[in-house]
């Protein structure tokens, strides 16, 4: 399906945007969503990159850091790890940091008297979020933190409220929003491309396959919603600006023999009404690989998001209407690089992030209520 030609060339201007963040060393990328208030391209010569410290060397903190090795607005400059003799010093030497910037979780409040750290990436197990959020914090610096921002929307408060009261800005990773298929969708949207939305279809997914530290409840403080289903459920937030009022949902676990599922659910699927109207359909699961994506059904078309939250390769088309759309990102635009150069900016500018401790905070409020609904309390 051909893209019409406003939507091609809205489409290329952020995609313009994205890459020029992944390039250019004198800003960090806005998308041209953002409001005006947000984070704008600084003018000038190159200025010294922001400095992070990435505080737990799993997985996602790996992507991360290889996304900060290709900036030149972003750095990695510290490492926090349990394992300072064997990850701490690989990690180290990748990537250009000083032995004597790698610290313990024990040493993670001498971080204030390092001057090269401006902000600390939370890259931990969903239940450490809170602790080294406002520990971070208290040292000093600016928080970037993985999503789910916590495990109760209690502890959202407590991280929101420890960061205004260090004077700090915090950022959730809802890496979605800075994404430009992503903007691309809610512009559409917004702008009535397909009409009054009328109801959302959204999973996502993984076959975890053995027992690791999200299926238990002591460091994940939930099962798969906390972890996937949450971004269908954002995106649907952030497109309607609504927050969901009634919720259904139902939990299964079919492997009941293994024991990878003794503490939370395999599958969880569930629905949200908006005050609007709209409604939202989900599902998210541990037990297969689900590919992500969303629908948006308008009263004059639909749109389709998948590969919607892979690292690259977003896909956007139109499933029906007078407007065909068929576009793709680039793969050559990393979301964790936009990510951690928009934040950057934002520290260097003053400027409060989209993705504040408050979108994580109602996140929280909404899987509270859907688990609730399920019969299965995160607390």
């Not at 610096?141 to 800005?169: F, N, W, Y």
């Not at 949207?189 to 999200?214: D, L, P, Y």
Request: aromatic residues 10%; neutral net charge; glycine residues 10%.
């Amino acid at each position: 399906m051909p893209i019409s030609p406003f939507d091609r060339r809205e489409f290329l201007r952020l995609s313009a945007l994205a890459v020029a963040a992944a390039q250019t060393p004198a800003f960090a990328q806005t998308p041209s969503s953002a409001p005006s208030d947000a984070a704008q391209p600084a003018a000038g010569p190159p200025v010294k990159p922001i400095g992070y410290a990435a505080v737990g060397l799993g997985t996602i903190s790996g992507i991360f850091m290889r996304a900060c090795a290709k900036s030149q607005t972003a750095k990695i400059t510290a490492l926090v790890t349990g394992h300072p003799d064997t990850k701490g010093k690989r990690f180290a030497e990748m990537y250009g940091i000083p032995e004597t910037s790698i610290y313990t979780y024990e040493q993670y409040e001498k971080l204030r008297d390092n001057k090269d750290v401006d902000a600390v990436y939370i890259g931990m197990p969903n239940s450490m979020h809170k602790e080294y959020t406002i520990r971070g914090a208290q040292a000093g610096k600016h928080v970037l933190c993985e999503k789910p921002m916590a495990i109760s929307s209690a502890e959202c408060r407590q991280m929101t409220d420890a960061c205004r009261a260090a004077g700090r800005k915090l950022m959730i990773a809802y890496r979605v929003h800075y994404e430009p298929t992503h903007i691309q969708a809610r512009q559409m949207i917004q702008s009535g491309a397909i009409g009054k939305v009328q109801a959302f279809e959204g999973a996502f997914g993984f076959n975890a396959g053995s027992k690791q530290w999200r299926q238990t409840k002591q460091y994940s403080g939930g099962g798969s919603l906390l972890d996937v289903g949450i971004y269908p459920l954002n995106e649907s937030r952030w497109i309607t600006g609504e927050e969901p009022v009634n919720f259904t949902a139902i939990a299964s676990t079919r492997d009941t023999a293994s024991g990878i599922f003794s503490e939370i659910e395999e599958t969880l699927a569930f629905a949200v009404k908006f005050p609007s109207g709209i409604v939202g359909s989900y599902n998210c699961t541990y037990g297969a690989d689900m590919p992500g994506y969303l629908r948006i059904h308008g009263d004059r078309g639909s749109l389709e998001i998948t590969h919607a939250y892979d690292y690259s390769g977003v896909h956007l088309a139109s499933l029906g209407g007078r407007n065909p759309v068929d576009i793709t990102t680039p793969r050559t635009v990393d979301h964790f690089q936009i990510e951690a150069e928009y934040f950057a900016n934002c520290i260097r500018t003053g400027t409060d992030p989209l993705t504040g401790g408050e979108e994580g905070f109602k996140d929280l409020l909404a899987m509270e209520a859907i688990y609730k609904a399920a019969g299965t309390p995160m607390a």
